[in-house]
């Protein structure tokens, strides 16, 4: 698991446990060495990589509730980070204070000032990925819904300024972790790059508030804001583009969970899909 160059810095190695989770092309693992101290590495592809160095030497020093790094190997594309001891956050007795706290961190993170590296405006890049949605998953959509939820999104757009802000990017309950002193953690920042904030939140929406409403009041109460009408329909139509988005990477790629998941959530939200 450790190289002998990297291990004669941190201790010899006990035990080394492989991370259950929604890690995709990557691979964590729990390190637990011989003087008592456990670290976590992380293998990830090459963009991830970057996107999660990036979020830890720029954003984590900043936050509350996360890992530190430790240290990263760009030739190995590996990370080394602090230990996190804690357990899934169900076994927390009560969801609400667990999605309070989920939605202070985020708008901590949401809050921190950066440097906007992309020269693209917002509402310009947001238009581009709604275009390649109707290319890649728009045949998935009965035709006068697809282009109503375009009419709409591209109406709420105009009307407003957009700037982007750290978002996690995959902002769900398994990249939490509940310590013993009843605080939630937050990991996983693979993902993690600048975008708009509403859109940190559409995968919860689809998954998770659709069906339980008070967790998303509750989450809003922690995040500090009550949003907006156009907000809110926003947040419905990106959830429905994420959604359907899900659904066709899942169906090119054959992925039955996903697929029943993008599809379960499609139809939550009332989108009209094609007949199979």
């Known amino acids: ?4 160059e990297t291990e004669a810095r941190y201790g010899p190695v006990h035990r080394v446990t492989e991370c259950p989770g929604e890690h995709g092309p ?6 637990e060495l011989k003087t008592g ?12 990589f970057q996107q999660e160095v990036a979020f830890y030497r720029d954003f984590s020093p900043r936050l509350p509730n996360v890992p530190r790094l430790l240290e990263a190997d760009e030739e190995k594309r590996t990370l080394i980070l602090t230990e996190i001891p804690g357990t899934t956050v169900s076994h ?3 969801p609400q204070q667990v999605y309070e706290q989920a939605g202070s961190f985020l708008a901590s993170l949401h809050s921190l000032e950066f440097q906007d590296p992309d020269e693209m405006p917002l509402k310009t890049a947001l238009l581009k990925r709604l275009e390649l949605f109707n290319k890649e998953a728009g045949r998935l959509l009965e035709g006068e819904y697809l282009n109503d939820i375009n009419a709409q999104i591209k109406s709420l757009l105009s009307e407003v300024h957009l700037q982007r802000v750290p978002c996690h990017r995959d902002f769900m309950e398994y990249n939490w972790l509940l310590k013993s002193d009843g605080t939630i953690w937050f990991f996983d920042f693979e993902h993690a790059r600048p975008d708009y904030w509403l859109l940190d939140l559409c995968k919860m929406n689809a998954l998770v508030w659709l069906e339980r409403p008070y967790l998303k009041d509750a989450f809003f109460q922690g995040y500090g804001y009550e949003p907006k009408e156009w907000e809110e329909s926003l947040l419905r139509l990106w959830s429905v583009v994420w959604s359907v988005g899900t659904l066709e990477w899942a169906m090119v790629h054959g992925d039955g969970r996903y697929e029943k998941q993008g599809r379960t959530a499609a ?8 007949p199979r």
């Open 267 to 274: 139809i939550r939200l009332g989108a009209s899909l094609n």
């Open 92 to 94: 927390h007795p009560d």
């Open 26 to 31: 990557s691979q964590a693992f729990r390190v």
């Open 37 to 48: 101290t456990t670290i976590f590495v992380k293998r990830l592809s090459s963009r991830a």
């Open 1 to 4: 698991m450790l190289d002998p």
